[in-house]
């Protein structure tokens, strides 16, 4: 999606319960990723894996997703406390280049950074480049989106329009009565007719002809 699309597109391209359709916006191949061995050592290799999206390179920013932007502190968080406070320096996380940063000492450090390990400093410490650090800085308006509040709302963000396309159009009839039969299955484990009227109402709202074909289960 273009930059300049992302403001006014029908309806928020940010928003965690939304699909991009592949007919305004189709994929991009941007490459391949092979898996071409098993780990020789599962704990070494996976237990100990930490991914956390505030990794990010020269050139990609995080975007205004509301989840994205909590997960951008949460995910190294977590690591600290699951894995160590110095996960980054397992093998299975290292970088294979040379990284500066401002982590000093905690439970199983091993290399001596020198001092200092603060910036500003005159002593010759990391420092992180300006023009790297504030490249993203005001990336897809995002004065105005991190903030706590809703999303501005867009001329079609609904609850079940997309819902409703994929019960419609991207489904075939076997998945159809599938979803259906799952969704009558777990209604019909003693939930009581107040709820189930529920029930109805909402997958109606997602597709009519699929809430009619539930509500019909029951009145046999």
Do not use: C
């Amino acid at each position: 999606m273009p930059y300049e699309d992302a403001a006014d597109y029908r309806f928020n391209p940010f928003g965690l319960t939304k699909v991009w359709p592949h007919g305004d916006y189709p994929l991009i191949k941007v490459g391949r990723w092979v898996l071409d061995r098993n780990p020789s050592n599962y704990f070494a290799e996976i237990e100990q894996a930490s991914f956390e999206p505030s990794n990010l390179v020269p050139g990609i920013g995080p975007s205004p997703d509301k989840m994205l932007q909590g997960r951008l502190f949460a995910y190294a968080d977590a690591h600290r406390y699951r894995i160590g406070t110095n996960y980054t320096q397992l093998p299975v996380n290292a970088a294979r280049s040379e990284v500066s940063s401002y982590s000093k000492d905690g439970a199983m450090r091993y290399r001596n950074p020198g001092d200092p390990v603060y910036a500003p400093n005159t002593a010759g410490g990391p420092h992180a480049d300006a023009a790297l650090a504030s490249e993203t800085a005001s990336t897809y308006g995002v004065d105005d989106e991190v903030i706590r509040s809703a999303y501005k709302p867009h001329a079609e963000d609904d609850d079940f329009g997309q819902a409703g396309t994929l019960v419609r159009d991207v489904m075939d009839d076997a998945q159809r009565e599938r979803l259906a039969q799952n969704i009558i299955g777990h209604a019909g484990k003693g939930v009581s007719p107040p709820v189930l009227e529920r029930v109805f109402e909402y997958w109606r709202n997602v597709d009519k002809a699929l809430g009619d074909k539930v509500a019909d289960a029951f009145q046999k």
